[in-house]
C-alpha cells in the first residue's frame, strides 16, 4: 500500500540553535531541510523543489530581504510560499516582509503549537490554490473544446449549404474546396512577398477561408432560368447573374449576425467583392 509523500519545508537560520529545535518540531510532519545560509538555501533550491519556506531575516552574507526578493524575481522560484521566522519585530519589518511576497511572519522565540497550526495552514492555502487552478485549466480546456466543435459544427453546416449551391449551378461542388486552396496559397504567398503583409497578418485565416464558401450564396435569388442555361448569356441575363454579389449580402444583412462581427466581415466582403479585380474592372 502506498503512502503519501511527505512535504517538504527548508527551514533558513545562521543560528544552530534555532535549526536545531525548527527540526525537531516540524520532522514528525515533514520533511525538513535545516539551512545554515540563504546562499545553502538557493544550492538546494537547484535540487528540491520545497513546499514552504521558513526564511530569517538577519543573517550574515545575504540577508532574508534580499533572498525573498531574489525567489520572487525568479520564474522557477516565486510562487513557494515564504514565512519570514525571526527576532525582528517592529511594524516596518513585518510591512516589508510581507510587501516582498511572505505570506507570513512569526516572530521568535515561536510557539511550537502556533508554528505547525500556521504551516498546516497555509500549505492547506496552497493545496486549495492549486486544485482551482487545475479546474480552471480544465475548464478552459473543456471551452476550448467545444469551441471548437461549435465552430466545426458551423464550417460544416456551411460548406453543406455552399456546396448545395454548387450543385445547384450544375458545378462539380469542389468549386468551394478550390476556391479556399487557392485563396489559402494566394495569401501565403502575398506575405511570402511582402505583399500587404502588415494587413495580411491581422486577419484570422481560419476565419477567412471559412468564409469564402459564402461568395456564392446570393446565387439563391437568382431564377433558374438564368443560373441553370447552358448557353451563353444574354446581356441582360448577365447583369442579373452580376447581382448575386449584391443579394448575397443582403442575405447575410438579413441575419443580424452580432457574435462574431469579425467573421461577419469577412462573409460580407467576400460575398461582395469577389468579381472584382485587381485593375479595378469586375462587378458590383
Known amino acids: 500500500m502506498s503512502t503519501k509523500a511527505r512535504q517538504?519545508?527548508?527551514?533558513?537560520?545562521?543560528?544552530?540553535?534555532?535549526?536545531?529545535?525548527?527540526?525537531?518540531i516540524l520532522s514528525e510532519h515533514y520533511d525538513v531541510y535545516a539551512l545554515p545560509s540563504a546562499e545553502k538555501l538557493f544550492q538546494f533550491?537547484?535540487?528540491?523543489?520545497?513546499?514552504?519556506?521558513?526564511?530569517?531575516?538577519?543573517?550574515?552574507?545575504?540577508?532574508?530581504?534580499?533572498?525573498?526578493?531574489?525567489l520572487k524575481g525568479d520564474r522557477k522560484y516565486c510562487d513557494i510560499p515564504v514565512v519570514f521566522v525571526t527576532a525582528k519585530s517592529s511594524e516596518e519589518d513585518e510591512y516589508e516582509g510581507l510587501m516582498l511576497g511572505a505570506i507570513d511572519y512569526v516572530?521568535?522565540?515561536?510557539?511550537?503549537?502556533?508554528?505547525?497550526?500556521?504551516?498546516?495552514?497555509?500549505?492547506?492555502?496552497?493545496?486549495?490554490?492549486?486544485?482551482?487552478?487545475?479546474?480552471?485549466?480544465?475548464?478552459?480546456?473543456?471551452?476550448?473544446?467545444?469551441?471548437?466543435q461549435v465552430s466545426g459544427l458551423q464550417n460544416a453546416i456551411i460548406s453543406t449549404v455552399a456546396n448545395m449551391l454548387e450543385f445547384r449551378d450544375n458545378e462539380t461542388g469542389w468549386h468551394v474546396h478550390r476556391t479556399q486552396f487557392y485563396m489559402k496559397a494566394l495569401i501565403e504567398r502575398m506575405i511570402e512577398k511582402g505583399i500587404y503583409v502588415q494587413e495580411l497578418l491581422t486577419w484570422?485565416?481560419?476565419?477567412?477561408?471559412?468564409?469564402?464558401?459564402?461568395?456564392?450564396?446570393?446565387?439563391?435569388?437568382?431564377?433558374?432560368?438564368?443560373?441553370?442555361?447552358?448557353?451563353?448569356?444574354?446581356?441582360?441575363?448577365?447583369?442579373?447573374?452580376?447581382?448575386?454579389?449584391?443579394?448575397?449580402?443582403?442575405?447575410?444583412?438579413?441575419?443580424?449576425?452580432?457574435?462574431?462581427?469579425?467573421?461577419?466581415?469577412?462573409?460580407?466582403?467576400?460575398?461582395?467583392?469577389?468579381?472584382?479585380?485587381w485593375d479595378g474592372r469586375g462587378y458590383p
Do not use: W
Open 8 to 24: 517538504i519545508i527548508m527551514m533558513v537560520d545562521d543560528n544552530k540553535a534555532n535549526l536545531t529545535v525548527g527540526k525537531a
Open 45 to 70: 533550491l537547484t535540487h528540491v523543489t520545497p513546499d514552504l519556506i521558513l526564511l530569517d531575516i538577519e543573517m550574515p552574507g545575504m540577508d532574508g530581504f534580499e533572498a525573498l526578493t531574489i
Open 107 to 148: 516572530t521568535k522565540p515561536f510557539s511550537a503549537t502556533l508554528l505547525l497550526k500556521r504551516i498546516e495552514n497555509h500549505l492547506l492555502i496552497e493545496q486549495q490554490k492549486a486544485k482551482l487552478q487545475d479546474y480552471s485549466d480544465n475548464l478552459l480546456k473543456m471551452v476550448q473544446k467545444k469551441t471548437q
Open 204 to 277: 484570422d485565416l481560419d476565419n477567412v477561408l471559412s468564409a469564402s464558401q459564402l461568395h456564392d450564396i446570393g446565387k439563391i435569388a437568382i431564377p433558374d432560368a438564368i443560373l441553370l442555361k447552358p448557353g451563353k448569356l444574354t446581356d441582360e441575363e448577365f447583369a442579373i447573374m452580376k447581382t448575386h454579389t449584391t443579394k448575397g449580402c443582403a442575405i447575410l444583412s438579413s441575419l443580424n449576425y452580432t457574435q462574431d462581427p469579425e467573421y461577419y466581415d469577412y462573409c460580407y466582403e467576400i460575398c461582395r467583392h469577389h468579381h472584382e479585380r
